[in-house]
């Protein structure tokens, strides 16, 4: 069977108790294709960010699933994170690839902007993020994107595109149309009234029948 052309990019919760955590991670990662893991924990200290990644990483690479660090590249080379995602106000693109080394996975926010992900695209960004595309209640919003930035950025571009805020499985199909490689998730999957794994098996179904 082929892969299908979109694939499901999860984050964390914005808290979670790593040890806890590991187990809805396995259940969810075990019902169907996840293409990457980011670790997101905002405002705790770095030894919490530590024995989260540790706790983690065993989950992901038991499944063949890369864990990224988000905003700190130096951790992710010192946790053994696969690479790390950073954003406009993060440590720079170039610093976290001398930081990572070519093998690393590195991807950039774009926001709305084709100028920044072809920015991030030249510089060797393996994958650049639109969004938000819809209201969502994770993180305050200040750059909200349109389904034609996808469009426009997968008409022209090979460097894949993933798709944030919001998204959930009602309102998924047009990015998925519009040329989104990755759908990055963390309420609609993590909150899901049916748990997990239910999630990613409709994303996964979504996702092969677009
Ligand atoms: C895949 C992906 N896309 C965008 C973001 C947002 O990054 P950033 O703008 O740096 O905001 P924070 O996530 O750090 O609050 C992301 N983390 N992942
Ligand atoms: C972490 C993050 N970055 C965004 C951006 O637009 O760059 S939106 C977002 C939150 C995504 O969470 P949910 O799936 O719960 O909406
Ligand atoms: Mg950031």
């Not at 590991?22 to 997101?40: I, M, S």
Request: hydrophobic share 45%; proline share 6%; aromatic share 6%.
């Amino acid at each position: 069977m082929s892969k299908q052309s979109c694939e499901l990019y999860l984050i964390t919760p914005p808290k979670i108790d790593p040890d806890a955590f590991a187990e809805d991670l396995a259940a969810a990662l075990d019902a169907g294709p996840v293409a990457c893991l980011q670790l997101r924990l905002k405002e705790v200290s770095d030894d919490e960010i530590k024995r989260a990644a540790e706790a983690l990483l065993p989950v992901c690479h038991e499944r063949g699933v890369p864990l990224l660090m988000n905003d700190r590249p130096d951790l992710a080379l010192l946790t053994g994170c696969d690479g790390a995602h950073v954003g406009q106000q993060d440590t720079p693109y170039e610093e976290a690839r001398r930081t990572l080394g070519d093998e690393a996975m590195i991807g950039v926010t774009c926001h709305n902007s084709i100028h920044l992900a072809m920015e991030a695209a030249e510089a060797g960004a393996d994958y650049v993020a639109f969004g938000a595309f819809y209201p969502t209640e994770t993180k305050e919003i200040i750059h909200h994107a349109e389904i034609e930035t996808l469009e426009t950025w997968a008409s022209f571009s090979t460097v894949p595109c993933v798709a944030i805020g919001g998204i959930n499985h009602d309102n998924a199909k047009p990015l998925i149309e519009a040329g989104a490689d990755f759908l990055c998730v963390i309420t609609a999957v993590w909150k899901h009234p049916e748990g997990p794994a239910a999630a990613v098996k409709a994303f996964n179904a979504l996702m092969a029948s677009t």
